[in-house]
C-alpha cells in the first residue's frame, strides 16, 4: 500500500471518530471482488490507491471523511476501473 498520510480520522455511520485506515478500505474492496469472482488482490491495492488519491484531490487535509464519501468514491473507482459487479455488490 502506498504510504502517503493525508486524513487523521474518519467518521463512522453512528458518528464516532476512529483513526483512517487505508488498509480497512483495500479489505473492503478485496473483500467485494471475492464475493463477486472479480478481480484480485492486486486489483483491490490498485483500486483503494486510487480512492486515496481521489480523496485527497477532493478533500483537504484537515476534512474528517464520512464513510460514506469513502463508499461513493470507491463506487466510482469500481465503475471507472471496470469492475462493474463489484460496484454494484
Given at each position: ?18 483513526a ?31 480512492v ?38
Amino acid at each position: 500500500m502506498t504510504n502517503i498520510k493525508h486524513f487523521e480520522q474518519v467518521r463512522k455511520r453512528d458518528g464516532r471518530l476512529v483513526a483512517y485506515d487505508q488498509d480497512r478500505i483495500t479489505s473492503a474492496i478485496s473483500r467485494a471482488m471475492a464475493a463477486t469472482k472479480e478481480g484480485s488482490a492486486e486489483s483491490a491495492e490498485k483500486v483503494s490507491e486510487q480512492v486515496l488519491v481521489t480523496l485527497m484531490k477532493k478533500y483537504p487535509k484537515e476534512h474528517v471523511p464520512a464513510i460514506e464519501e469513502i463508499q461513493d468514491v470507491v463506487e466510482t473507482q469500481l465503475v471507472l476501473m471496470d469492475f462493474q459487479k463489484t460496484a454494484k455488490a
